[in-house]
């Protein structure tokens, strides 16, 4: 099937911890990005990726990392220095202007 | 900054009406604005993609328009069912930039 695949679905984090979302495609899209939604509010983008072993910051980056070291990989690391990780994440693929979404990861923090 | 709203937050309707959910954003300076739909604890569905020099897009019973002058865009649902309740969300692309997302709307379509 092609897609965007996003791993795991739901997450629970004791605080102190860093985890790690994973996100997969196979639609041969260069251009990756991670959102963060809540309860209320627009997506907010964190990190985004235009080609392989290059990222830029979004507008909540403090807290996370991304690597791109495969086109079809972008994970992101939720470290302990984010204050308030529980959230609905979501990755996307961009092509031509145009966003693509996986089913999201929902993490929670303890 | 560009600022996406989306009024009203929450809409109920009964099934088989036409229905208008509003966009609206700060700055005109765009270089497409897109439509998508959101089931709960699900990812986003894209519907639409209008680009900047164009005036509208029409799927199914789905028509969405776009007036840059006044920072507006709409989208339309005909005949609504119940499976069309979902939160809709709206996105805006500034030129050169990444996408702003508004806050959405929740629409309940009540059979």
């Known amino acids: 099937d092609g897609g965007i695949t996003q791993s795991p679905k739901y997450l629970f984090r004791k605080e102190g911890q860093n985890v790690t979302l994973s996100c997969e495609q196979n639609?041969?899209?260069?251009?990756m990005y991670w959102y963060r939604q809540d309860p209320g509010q627009g997506l907010r983008l964190i990190y985004y990726s235009q080609i392989v072993n290059d990222f830029q910051k979004g507008d909540i980056a403090e807290g996370y990392s991304v690597s791109r070291e495969k086109k079809e990989s972008f994970p992101l690391t939720v470290t302990s220095a984010q204050k308030n990780p529980t959230a609905f994440y979501l990755c996307a693929t961009g092509v031509a202007g145009e966003l693509f979404f996986g089913e999201g990861s929902r993490l929670t923090v303890l | 900054k560009q600022e996406v709203t989306q009024i009203p937050a929450a809409l109920s309707v009964p099934e088989g009406e036409n229905l208008v959910l509003n966009c609206s954003f700060t700055d005109s300076a765009i270089y497409n604005l897109q439509w998508f739909r959101q089931d709960p604890g699900k990812g986003l569905t894209s519907l639409l993609l209008i680009q900047s020099s164009q005036r509208e897009q029409t799927s199914g019973r789905l028509n969405a328009s776009l007036d840059k002058s006044s920072g507006r865009s709409t989208l339309y649902i005909a005949a609504s069912q119940p499976g069309d309740s979902a939160t809709y969300l709206c996105a805006v692309r500034p030129r050169n930039n990444d996408m702003r997302f508004g806050a959405g709307t929740r629409l309940t379509v009540k059979p």
């Open positions: 639609l041969n899209h260069d251009a």
